[in-house]
């Protein structure tokens, strides 16, 4: 969703070619091949198949693969998005041949180093040479950290590039009327980060809340691998499982099947940053189920709020929603469906100063 915007982007400035490397980081075809089919991305040039792992594992074969390709085919420069150990990886593995570095979504910060995405937020900003902000808030959290300002751009967000673009075929794929809500109320619901899924007493939890909570409001629930593993493991798959009526527990959605379910919700219930900012433009009332978030103008002007994994802060919050008492959100400055524009614009004059070669 953030590369689309940025490869389309990059057709505009002649002379420049991108070269797609996929790490293999997230390896099933249900979490990788439909988005690039769905959001015309060209295949990619570069496979690592570094498939799963511990962070470390994971991060050490990313970081040996892509070291391996720079030394045999070595671009002007490295673009990394997001926050994921593929982030920190090749961008180390750049910086450490003198390859330069632009990281696409910098300067976020949750404050929350028990985060791994935190983590590699910091470290790829510590050694990226051009900082491509969504949001404000980034900005301030880089210049508090050091950075020099003629290193950092506020571009607006890529994510809503993919959004915008997509909506209309989204709305068109009905995918609740598919699962036989038409016409019906629902709320889409995703789960996949550690601090809720990796302990038991805690997806537990959360998984029968959301039973309690679908007999007010029928819930469709797109369920993580991640998540289906953890069930399994602790003997609460039937919780996730197929076939209910009050939770609808599908597989993994593509982009276009999430959007159209979250376009048509009342109401979200995620810990996804993603979703977050999504819900936001989307102006769909967004439960975040975390205690702190990377994107804090999703609350401040978005229509998203923190409840944590608390039952008594969810059930407030979802009733608050039922009951019209959620505010409606506002307009976020530079998520306007452009980003992507002046990203590649950005890149085109960086990549122009550091070499003539003029591929990425």
Known sequence: MKLAPVVRGLGAHTGITPRIVHTGQHYDPSMTDVFFRDLGIPAPEVHLDVGSGSHAAQTARILERYESHLMQRRPSGTVVFGDVNSTVACALAAVK?????????????????????EINRLLTDAVADLLLVSEPSGVTNLQREGVDDSKIRLVGNVMIDSL????????????????????RRYGFVTLHRPSNVDEAGTLGMLLQLLHELAQKLT???????????????????????????DVICVG???YIDTLSLMSGA??????????????????VPCLTLRENTERPIT?????????????????????????GRWGAGQPIPLWDGKA?????AELAAWIYQHDTTRAF
């Open 97 to 117: 041949l003198g390859v330069p570095v632009a990281h696409v979504e910098a300067g976020l910060r949750s404050f929350d180093r028990t985060m791994p995405e």
């Open 164 to 183: 915008v673009s997509q909506l209309p075929v989204a709305r068109e794929r009905r995918t609740a009327a598919a699962l036989g809500l038409d016409g």
């Open 219 to 245: 819930l469709v629930f797109a369920v993580h691998p991640r998540t289906a593993a953890a069930a399994q493991r602790m003997g609460i798959e039937s919780l996730v499982a197929p076939g209910q009526h």
């Open 252 to 254: 993994p959605q593509s």
């Open 266 to 283: 009342t109401v979200v219930l995620t810990d996804s940053g993603g979703l977050q900012e999504e819900s936001s433009v989307l102006r």
């Open 299 to 323: 609350i401040r002007l978005g229509t998203s709020r923190l409840v944590g994994n608390d039952p008594a802060r969810i059930r407030s919050a979802f009733a608050d929603v039922l009951e």
């Open 340 to 344: 992507g524009d002046r990203v590649a």
